[in-house]
């Protein structure tokens, strides 16, 4: 199955606050399921979205450090647009997602695109649990 990178806390936005869009600056041909994957990153500009998020679902959030450089959910991608009435639209493309929920963390090295998670396992140092994923079809080359 297909994953997609998203940087915290938009990945939990996704998965428990409504997020219906992911705004990106390239258009996708790609329809259907895929793995959402927390980046690594978390700085000042990542905390600073938090407000953003907050402002968006009305009301606050914590500022805990969340689950980063793994596998955290799934949702499926149903449209790729250039205009939406959602507040969470404000990208040139947005994906626009259905059906997102959460699974339990599975570390993973994330990419840019979208790749195949089972392609990317996490450092030697990391422990790698069973795989809750499994590639579901061949890798479409023009979806990358």
């Known amino acids: 199955m297909k994953a997609i990178s ?53 009301r606050d959030l ?3 450090k969340p689950r980063l450089g793994g596998i955290v959910g799934r ?13 969470w639209f404000f990208g040139r493309f947005g994906f626009v997602l259905r059906n997102a929920e959460p699974l339990p963390f599975q570390p993973c090295r994330g990419a840019l695109g979208f790749f195949e998670p089972n392609d990317f396992p996490p450092p030697a140092d990391t422990p790698w649990p069973p795989p809750l994923f499994a590639k579901m079809s061949p890798e479409n080359p023009h979806d990358r």
């Not at 949702?75 to 507040?87: G, H, L, N, Y």
């Open 6 to 58: 998203i940087r915290q806390p938009w990945a939990d936005a996704i998965l428990h606050h409504g997020k219906d869009v992911e705004n990106r600056n390239w258009y996708t041909p790609y329809r259907g399921p895929v793995l959402i994957h927390a980046a690594k990153a978390w700085g000042p500009a990542e905390r600073a979205d938090l407000e953003l998020i907050a402002q968006i679902i009305g």
């Open 62 to 64: 914590p500022a805990t």
């Open 75 to 87: 949702a499926e991608i149903v449209d790729c647009v250039t205009e939406m009435a959602s507040p």
